[in-house]
């Protein structure tokens, strides 16, 4: 591309996009005949209850699984077409994921934990250091660098986990219930640095969740049940942003 386009693009669009499990009368539609579009720059919250194909969607979006139907394109690309490999390579190079649990290295401090995913980069023992220690000044946790997970509470241990996932300057954020075991206030504590993150940086973030006062201080709110959108218009968030 030799043309700068200004306006946003859609990162992702997916089109009539299923994902079935199992086989006959045992079969499960987890997604069905999903059609969603992403545009970079956007927070968007994926809400719905318990099984109703949420994290499914994620893994979709995150190429760690294809669609059993129709197409998900990423950039244009559509990740049912490309091998292991290549989606392998994708994940490491353009996508960053946050957990539930925030699955930090319990035996690494917090400026370890960043480092290990900066490892691939290459850089000197120096620069890969104060990388680390300026992702994590980018989550509010300039101080907490020496700390094992264990001397962390739970919404700081989260904030490596996103400075972490933000090491290898991911095309997109991708959080699956990230405010799950975390208390309501640390929970909006986390959405508002996802908000930072995506007005600040124009950082692409999409957050699964299955609370609703959550899901509503994303900047679109996107509702799933029993595997398709419900309430796919963008809403304005009711806790403004
Ligand atoms: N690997 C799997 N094999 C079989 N069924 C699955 C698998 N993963 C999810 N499901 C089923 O697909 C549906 C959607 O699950 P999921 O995407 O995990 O929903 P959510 O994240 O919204 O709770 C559920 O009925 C779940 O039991
Ligand atoms: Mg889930």
């Known amino acids: 591309m030799t043309v700068t386009d200004i306006h946003p ?22 997604v069905r005949e999903l059609d969603l579009t992403i545009d970079e720059g956007e927070l968007v919250a994926i809400a719905g209850p318990s099984g109703s194909g949420k994290t499914t969607l994620l893994q979709l979006l995150g190429a760690l699984d294809r669609p059993t139907n129709g197409q998900v394109l990423f950039e244009g690309r559509d990740l049912g077409k490309l091998a292991d490999g290549e989606l392998t390579k994708l994940r490491a190079a353009t996508i960053g994921f946050v957990f539930q649990q925030f699955n930090l290295i319990p035996t690494l401090n ?46 700081e241990q989260q904030r490596v986990a996103i400075a972490r996932a933000m090491a290898n300057e991911p095309r997109v954020l991708l ?7 975390l208390d309501s206030v640390t929970g909006q504590e986390i959405m508002a640095l ?28 996107v509702r799933m049940q029993d595997g398709a959108i419900v309430d796919g218009e963008p809403t304005v968030a009711e806790a403004g942003r």
């Open 9 to 30: 693009r859609p990162l992702y669009e997916l089109r009539g996009v299923t994902k079935t499990y199992g086989q006959g009368a045992g079969q499960i539609h987890a």
């Open 110 to 155: 917090a400026r370890q934990n960043v480092e290990v995913a900066l490892a691939p980069q290459g850089l000197p023992g120096d620069v890969r250091r104060s990388k680390a220690e300026h992702l994590l000044a980018s989550v509010g946790l300039e101080r907490r660098g020496d700390h094992l997970p264990s001397m962390l509470s739970g919404g």
């Open 175 to 181: 959080a699956d219930e990230p405010t799950g075991n």
């Open 194 to 221: 996802l908000r930072s993150l995506s007005l600040e940086r124009q950082q692409t973030i999409v957050v699964v969740t299955h609370n609703q006062e959550i899901a509503a201080t994303a900047g679109r709110v």
